[in-house]
Structure formats: C-alpha cells, structure tokens
C-alpha cells in the first residue's frame, strides 16, 4: 500500500507540480518513523497534540559527536577538553531544545556518556595505577576500596571509568564545578522559561 500511495504522489508532484523528488530521502511512513531535521513527530492520541521527539539517527550522531570530542588519549589540559564540550552542548541544544521535556532520558544518558568519557581521559592523564589510586583516595574513596577497584582484574582505562569506585570518586559534580554544561539543566531551564509567566504578564491577567 505505502508504494502504490508514493507512486501516486511522485507522479502528482513530478508530473502536475513539475518537482523533482529525492527518491533516496522519501518515503511514506508513519511521522514518528521519520527523520524531520533532527527530530520525529508523534500524534499523542489522548490530547491530540503533535509531539516533538528526538530522532533515532540525532541520538546516534550525537553520541559519535561526544565520541570525536573526548578522544581517550586526550592530550592537552582536561580544562580545554571541558570548553569544547561546552561549546558543543550549547549549539546542539540551542538547535534541540524545542524537543518535549520528555526526552530528559535521552539528555540525562548524553551527560552520562560525557561524564564517562571525561573520566576515562582523567585515567589517561594519572596515568600510573599508583597515582590512580592515590587520587581516588583523595577524592574520598577509602583506600581498600580504591585499591581493589584498580588492582582487580587486568581492566583497561575505560572499564575502570565506570566502576562505581571511580563513579563516586568523579561524581557529576566533581565536572560541575570544573564548569561542564549539562544537557538536561539547560533543558529545565529552558522549559520553565518558556512555561513560566513573567511579572508583568501576571500584572495584566490579574489586572
């Protein structure tokens, strides 16, 4: 059925229209299985309202993305890494951000990713498992503790970046405070911008 309907609609858009159509960019398909700019629709049948929705294919670039930007073997100051991701996060919000509050889960498992791939360049940088354990320490780990998490097993550097000795030690605020950006904090706050009335809107309404 969906070829007989876009047979149906090339020969109106080509013939009648005299348009050219993309044959590898169309087709006829339900709106939320659709890629429209970064984002997909979805008829809420409930309250009849359009959903805007992040598409499978920006979550996908967005993790590569994340991935170019936080190379493991990151040389240059860790504070020069945080600055570049920050650039990132903003311009891709700043596109994104008219996206359902919602779609916080996907925001929330992108600063995750951003986290981890931070914490595996802050191993790179210790270098050494004895400097290792000695900075998880100074973060607060107990030192049995810290020493188990990076003496147990032969893990590489980005296993280690997720055991929850390290999670602890590199809690989200441990970046927050070296000025990484979340996603989903800028989305909060542009959400309650928009939803919030203002003083003076209240001022007229209640007059």
Request: charged content about 25%; overall charge positive; glycine content about 6%.
């Amino acid at each position: 059925a969906g070829q007989r309907v876009m047979a149906s609609l090339t020969e109106f858009i080509e013939g009648r229209l005299r348009l050219k159509i993309n044959r590898s960019k169309s087709a006829v398909a339900r709106p939320e299985d659709r890629h429209f700019l970064g984002f997909r629709l979805r008829l809420d049948p409930q309250t009849g309202n359009v959903d805007v929705l992040l598409s499978v294919r920006t979550k996908r670039n967005a993790m590569g993305r994340i991935r170019d930007l936080t190379p493991r073997t990151w040389g240059r100051k860790f504070q020069a890494c945080v600055l570049e991701i920050n650039a990132w996060v903003i311009g891709w919000h700043g596109f994104f951000r008219s996206c359902e509050p919602g779609e916080e889960y996907v925001l929330r498992a992108l600063d995750a990713h951003i986290r981890r791939r931070l914490r595996a360049i802050l191993l790179h940088h210790w270098k050494r498992r004895p400097t290792i354990v000695r900075n998880l320490i100074a973060l607060g780990i107990k030192p049995r503790q810290a020493w188990h998490a990076v003496y147990s097993g032969r893990r590489s550097l980005w296993a280690l970046s997720h055991v929850p000795q390290v999670d602890r030690a590199l809690r989200p605020r441990y970046f927050t405070d070296r000025g990484l950006l979340s996603l989903v904090e800028l989305h909060r706050a542009w959400h309650e911008e928009i939803v919030a009335p203002t003083h003076e809107q209240l001022v007229m309404e209640w007059g």
